[in-house]
């Protein structure tokens, strides 16, 4: 049988979670393995048992476009598919593999193609998705008609280009606003990389658990760990009320949780929270991911 090589976020589901740390499930499947998105460890598995395909959401703030390149190098080289998942269009209209030259062979997309309504859909090359031909696919709900309403819909304010533009400038002052308190606080703390869905990593990373428990109390629904997606129906008081928010947690947190301090450097908090987040190896993170240049 053809082995799936497999990295990152992909749900609930037996296959994805054998590879997650303390899950010990029994009855492994071993056709699909998680590379954990190191190419070393990547060609390592190819070379041993061919491979049907490789399926991975861009973790696009710790691997930059060069990574992906990359892998779709080495994907090719092995004569596997590649399947981008969760590519969406906060990266660009054309999602992230157009932006950045990417050609996968089969790309999902789900919430963001119906502005959160239960819609989701496969896109690709012809002859692959004609593969479906071969098999059988279906869904209980596959002829609710609504969701195919919203899609164009969502796509159409998405092409008028204000809707990215205004998620972008949310979401670089939802970076830089957290960025300026943890510098007052002297923090080793990051907000940082795409505006509109972005990353915040804490050198100790309990406090960072902490302290968005703190700001999930005062009304705002963060997570640490979580992508923060700006919503371009976010207004600008909103956002002066999540920073003013940030800037009155960290210090009520800080009074009342005491901090390890953790690894002062950002490669090595990115290094934690990638392996937690996405169990990414260490090794793949030092070599691709550069440190925000924030304080």
Do not use: C
């Amino acid at each position: 049988m053809n082995l799936v090589l497999t990295s990152g976020y992909h749900g609930w589901h037996d296959w994805h979670l054998q590879d997650r740390p303390g899950m010990g499930l029994a009855n492994r499947d071993w056709d699909s393995v998680d590379f954990h998105y190191d190419l070393d460890l990547l060609d390592q598995l190819a070379k041993l048992k061919r491979v049907a395909a490789v399926i991975i959401p861009p973790e696009v703030n710790v691997f930059p476009p060069e990574y992906h390149r990359e892998l779709q190098n080495l994907v090719r080289q092995h004569g596997a598919l590649l399947i981008l998942e969760m590519t969406g269009f906060r990266y660009a209209l054309g999602r992230y593999h157009t932006a950045v030259g990417l050609t996968p062979d089969l790309i999902t997309l789900s919430k963001g193609l119906a502005n959160g309504m239960a819609l989701s859909a496969v896109i690709g090359r012809a002859d692959v998705l004609n593969a479906a031909e071969k098999t059988y696919f279906g869904n209980t709900y596959q002829r609710e008609v609504t969701l195919f309403a919203a899609a164009p819909s969502t796509l159409d304010a998405l092409r008028g280009v204000a809707a990215l533009a205004q998620m972008r400038q949310l979401g670089e002052q939802l970076i830089n606003g957290p960025n300026d308190v943890f510098a007052d606080e002297k923090l080793e703390a990051w907000a940082f990389a795409w505006p509109t869905m972005f990353d915040v990593v804490f050198a100790d990373a309990e406090l960072g658990h902490a302290f968005f428990q703190e700001m999930w109390s005062r009304g705002f629904l963060m997570q640490y760990g979580g992508r923060f997606m700006p919503s371009a129906a976010l207004s600008d008081t909103d956002v002066r009320a999540a920073i003013e928010g940030a800037g009155q947690a960290l210090p009520a947190v800080l009074a009342r949780v005491e901090s390890t301090g953790g690894d002062p450097d950002p490669i090595a908090a990115a290094m934690r929270f990638a392996g937690d987040h996405f169990v990414a190896t260490p090794a793949s993170v030092r070599r691709w991911f550069t440190a925000p240049s924030y304080p």
